[in-house]
């Protein structure tokens, strides 16, 4: 089977979820000033929210056997564990432990996730599968991007 | 000009907005075992956030002399103003007065928009405008549309 | 609570899903010629095709007491078990015993899904709450509604 | 065959295609100051441009033998022969004659398709067959709907 | 003319096309149970299908006369005889002969329409345009993309 | 505050803005028959025209004090001053003078939008902050990325 995979073939595969959350952009060691200066309304009190998409994208070769650069039904439960869980319908900034010294900007949500979803895959016996990229949409017209670099 | 105008043309001007915002599902009156078993996870303590996507849809006759329904000038300053400043980065919950006595569902927030932009079209001397539909996409997946019915 | 609510409003919320499925357009009434005339390429022997995209759309009074129309983990639930098991990842001509006897067009299959939802609706103990519409979309540019007219 | 359409069922349906065209809102009964304040950057003097989405709708009874409401293959080359070839690629205001006395808004151009399409489908043997609504997207934004009223 | 690429500048161009296919994923050298256990409803007996969105991605230096990196119309028929006549409105695991060997998962899908392009630019007298990339979006979710690496 | 950004992490943020514009595609030193030869229907006399989507992505360390790669309303104001100011509702043939002797096609406009912005980022006291792709959207199936190689 699989003729086309004799040589091996290096794939990029991506999966897209989305959370939705609240988050406010407040730094603590500011004053109010300094704070609308540079978050504006993203300071809000109370906070605001998205629907954030996220897509992350693993790398390596394809299995010859299955045709499948890894199993989507195993990735999808890793993705609900370890990031609908951690962030579906929470409030960024008092919900989520790992954010708990940090301001839950876009780039570092990206960062967060890049570090869970890489220790978590390297408790998956494939030493040839990596993560290659994290990418935030936090709306249609803003996102992020993170390689791990 | 506009000959195709002679006759009267009914015609439904649609324009989207989206505004980020934060809500929380949750009724002082009931008890916390009940709110979770109307509201799940949307009843988590400090909310969570959407990417609110509005579509607001006006119906009349096209004017003969500008070719327009109305201006799309106007409607957005209108918009700017009525909406992106009372709901856009807000925690519907706290901060918008207009929804201290509500649960923020998105059907309630489809009913409130409706009778501010309604009201507020009254104040526009143009009788045969009309506001038609009002719809919200609350993700992807939901959406409620309310017609002043 | 909800004083929106006070008095009766009528809204329509409606919910997405998608499900992967094949098709073939073909009448074994008819000659190969002939179903080659009518429907083309979409008469390939083994069939081709689509990733479906359900909208469907209740309408009635927004509940007073929980500010919805509908549950929508309720909602969510019948789309899972009348939908996604009948129709997902099957052979329409093949799978699903009521297309059986029928050429499984995009017309066809919107009547079909109204006709198990409005049945399924009956069961719910709710009379203002009715179906309203059936909409798929085959493609990004073909797409048929169904109303129950 | 098709069991499901013993009882008429009315349908719509819509297709969807794209142009991509240039236009200026300018009336040359107004001075310059006038067409500014009315149409803004819209009556910059060589124009601007648009990827315009139409979306057009047919309603009517399906056809008990087909399956299908009208024929897609022959929608699509109606849909080439009078909106492609007659919007595509060209500027409104210089290569549409039908335009020539008009300003060609998204309201004005939404009720010309209207006509020729209706003129159009009476040229069809098909005496239940109905236009039902006209709609153009001219950005993501803004959209018009022309339903023959 | 075109005094900005009087240095080379290397582009990328990419173009979308959609074809619309059914597949099935079954091992025939594996028991229908591990078949199950590997590909879950996707092994279905007659399978299901997908509205393939493929985006090809192609890379040079732009043409100092023409502006381009490589004629879009000429591309397009490439796609249309290479792409479009192979894949679309057919059942990749019966009406593919490329594929009668193979289990037709995205991935392989990806490298397969890798290699048939790859071979195809051969053909073209331009030896600085290259094929950059692949990317089959299989659903709005998943997506594998080739670099022939 | 933001422990996570200890250690340098390397972003690629990226922002989508629209502008709306016609151009044609023309060499005034070819004849009539050869444009058509190469252009086709974008050769047409008066222009045609587009939703020019734009994204643009910027790549650097993330500030650890902000949480931030770049304050988004900056960015905002350079793009509307630079992109906005310059592109939106014009003809891009005869209202850009950066383009007077230029075939505008999409490589084109892409790379003079590097340049331009590439040339407005060196104004900006933050060393390590770098354009990293410049990709315009002609319509929804062509796009062309620059990169400044």
């Known amino acids: 089977m699989n003729d086309l995979l004799r040589k091996p073939r290096k794939v990029y595969v991506s999966r897209k979820i989305e959370f939705n959350a609240a988050h406010r952009l407040f730094n603590p060691l500011c004053t109010e000033e300094q704070n609308i200066a540079l978050y504006g309304k993203c300071s809000n009190s109370y906070g605001h929210g998205h629907n954030y998409l996220l897509e ?21 439960s890793i993705l609900e564990y370890e990031i609908t869980a951690r962030f579906d319908h929470k409030h960024l900034n008092h919900d989520v432990p790992e954010l708990q010294n940090c301001i839950p900007t876009t780039e570092v949500l990206a960062i967060l996730i890049w570090d869970i979803l890489e220790e978590r895959l390297l408790t998956i016996n494939n030493q040839e599968l990596v993560l290659h990229e994290v990418t935030i949409h936090e709306t249609g017209k803003n996102s992020v991007r993170y390689r791990g670099e």
């Open 56 to 76: 992350i994208t693993l790398c390596g070769i394809v299995d010859m056997q299955t045709g499948f650069l890894f199993d989507l039904k195993e990735l999808k």
